[in-house]
């Protein structure tokens, strides 16, 4: 019956898989394995259930202004887990959509019986919280068709960056911790070396429908906050594709923007633009990205609009190569940011390199190990300069 609700299983090959987000799927594209998704209909609606979950053992050296340290931990990679709730429907011409995306972690404590006397304590230094902590990353709807294309109203992943996450490949994996600790939900991968933190941002933001292989996209978002002062106008943000398939080759070009004005004394135009390509050819694939930025902040820090220390200047680029054989993907990247400009002494440069293997087990569960070196040289770095390695084993369960 057609008012009867149902339960379904949908299985999905990874090269056209559509979880709820561009996340999903470049999740889905990385792992090469098929995706599964739980789903229950009612008439002509539909909600789908989607997630993933991981964990890694981390061994990280780190030398600084000549002292070596060592340490180990049990830890998120780049990515949280996430579980995904995502309504769908078509009613009078317009494909309509709802999500509504958690992403937990496991590196916050959890040890504590009973309430804690500082909840809001968020692990500072001599405070533990014992709640794990939630992320609330996509929770936005949308509607168009095919003709005139779609409009989103929420929180989703930006524009600005957003390409290039999801083709670097330690998304699956660990990459770099040097910036993240207990307790963030994440490590930052290859953010801050290569390319800018993408966020995940309220916006409202238009795509067009496609035309061949080009598509764009284009939104004003929440303005960040500059040194404490809130700006008086939106923020925005552009991104304009172009993918192609020829016989075994495949690609993407793509091109992004992001501006916003600051308020306050000594205001000034924030600007970001970014070219990325990716090409694939049978079981190769290979990744280039640059971006320019004034204003964005600290780039080397992976957070849009982390700017303590005035109008900084921002410049990276990041390249990647990976082969597929049978069920195991190898690859290696490379990465530098350099900041420079405003209150900084020096142009601080951050470089990093991963060598990473990632084996899919089966349609659900892929293996992953890493081998990470970043490097940070700079007059205005924290106790000098800075050099670690890591090595990490853990693996990421999508379903």
Not at 67 to 73: E, I, L, M, N, Q
Not at 124 to 142: E, H
Not at 338 to 363: E, I, P, Q, W
Request: charged share 15%; glycine share 16%.
């Amino acid at each position: 019956m057609q008012n009867k609700l149902s339960s379904h299983r949908r299985t999905r090959p990874a090269t056209t898989a559509l979880l709820p987000s561009a996340l999903g799927a470049a999740l889905l594209a990385l792992a090469a394995t098929p995706a599964q998704a739980i789903g229950f209909s009612q008439g002509d609606a539909t909600l789908d259930i989607n997630g993933t979950v991981n964990g890694f053992y981390s061994h990280r050296t780190e030398e600084r202004a000549g002292v070596k340290t060592t340490d180990s931990a049990l830890t998120n990679g780049l990515l949280p887990g996430w579980i995904n709730f995502v309504f769908t429907t078509k009613v009078e011409g317009l494909d309509i959509k709802a999500h509504v995306g958690f992403a937990p972690g496991i590196n916050d404590k959890s040890d504590v019986v009973g309430l804690p006397s500082d909840p809001s304590c968020g692990g500072s230094t001599g405070c533990d919280s014992p709640f794990t902590q939630i992320d609330t990353r996509n929770l936005y709807f949308q509607f168009g068709n095919t003709e005139w294309g779609t409009v989103k109203f929420g929180r989703d992943i930006g524009l600005f960056g957003q390409k290039i996450i999801l083709s670097d490949m330690t998304l699956l994996g660990l990459g770099g911790n040097s910036y993240a600790s207990t307790p963030f939900n994440t490590t930052f991968g290859m953010i801050g070396h290569g390319y800018m933190y993408t966020g995940f941002q309220p916006q409202i933001t238009y795509t067009t429908p496609a035309f061949g292989g080009f598509s764009a996209s284009a939104g004003i978002f929440d303005p960040s906050k500059f040194a404490g002062d809130e700006t008086k106008d939106p923020g925005f943000q552009a991104m304009a594709n172009y993918d192609w398939k020829a016989g075994t080759a495949k690609g993407s070009v793509w091109a992004g923007a992001v501006h916003q004005r600051t308020s306050g004394a000594g205001s000034f135009n924030a600007n970001g633009f970014e070219l990325g390509a990716k090409v694939g050819i049978g079981a190769f694939e290979a990744v280039a990205y640059g971006f320019d930025a004034s204003g964005l902040g600290l780039s080397t820090v992976g957070a849009l609009y982390l700017s303590p220390f005035g109008k900084t200047d921002g410049k990276g680029y990041f390249v990647q190569g990976t082969y597929t054989v049978g069920k195991t993907k190898f690859g290696i990247n490379f990465g530098e940011n350099r900041d420079s400009g405003g209150a900084l002494a020096d142009t601080n440069k951050f470089r990093s390199a991963t060598v990473g293997v990632y084996h899919s087990l089966n349609k659900y569960i892929t293996l992953v190990g890493e081998y990470n070196q970043e490097r940070g040289d700079g007059d205005d770095l924290f106790a000098g300069d800075l050099k670690t390695r890591t090595i990490s084993l853990g693996g990421i369960i999508m379903f």
